[in-house]
């Protein structure tokens, strides 16, 4: 069974922020394939179900992005999953273009506190990532104040298409490998 968590804050006030794209990332592949998030277990919102025959469990930490390695490290040990093979983390990168993703297999949290985090609870590094860029913050701008805020008019048809992109590339990761979707989508 593969996890597939998206990163995000719980509260409403985040919906559809920068920040908040692993969540959304979440719902849209919940949306596609059915598969309600109505599970509260392990600090997250959760949905169990199926993408193409390959059973999947959804995943938003609630813990905040800031300690999202306490909900994966939880759901990991429950449901005696391969952090290495059958785990696939969605969230933001500031230091890509809006839209764009980046997906890898392992590697370091890159400065984001989420993965650091999840890299602390899990021990390793080893996961699958799919990065989806939420722009370079403008200059003069305050982080926190950036990645909390919503795309613009301009980068939200980008955003959608990336969703959609990434709903493919975990189909991708799962049915072929992670080589083959990093060829596809980076």
């Known amino acids: 069974m593969f ?7 719980p509260e409403s006030k985040y919906n559809g922020t920068r920040h908040n794209i692993g969540f959304s990332a979440v719902t849209v592949i919940s949306d596609i394939y059915n598969i309600p998030l109505d599970i509260r277990k392990h600090k997250a919102l959760c949905g169990r179900g199926y993408i ?3 059973k999947v469990l959804l995943a938003m930490p609630q813990t905040y992005m800031n300690l999202s390695g ?22 933001d ?15 370091s949290a890159g400065g984001h506190n989420g993965i650091k985090n ?14 989806i860029g939420a722009g370079e913050k403008p200059k003069g701008q305050d982080l926190a104040d950036y990645v909390l805020s919503r795309f613009n008019r301009d980068e939200e048809p980008v955003i959608r298409e990336a969703l959609q992109n990434t709903v493919e590339a975990c189909k991708v990761i799962m049915l072929e490998d992670i080589g083959a979707a990093m060829n596809r989508f980076n």
């Open 3 to 9: 996890i597939i968590a998206g990163l995000g804050n």
């Open 52 to 54: 193409e025959g390959q």
């Open 70 to 91: 306490e909900s994966i490290r939880e759901l990991v040990d429950y449901y005696k999953a391969d952090p290495e093979n059958e785990l696939i983390v969605i969230y």
């Open 93 to 107: 990168d500031i230091n890509l273009a809006p839209g764009k993703l980046r997906i890898r297999a392992r590697g």
């Open 118 to 131: 999840i890299i602390a609870h899990l021990g390793s590094q080893d996961f699958y990532r799919i990065r």
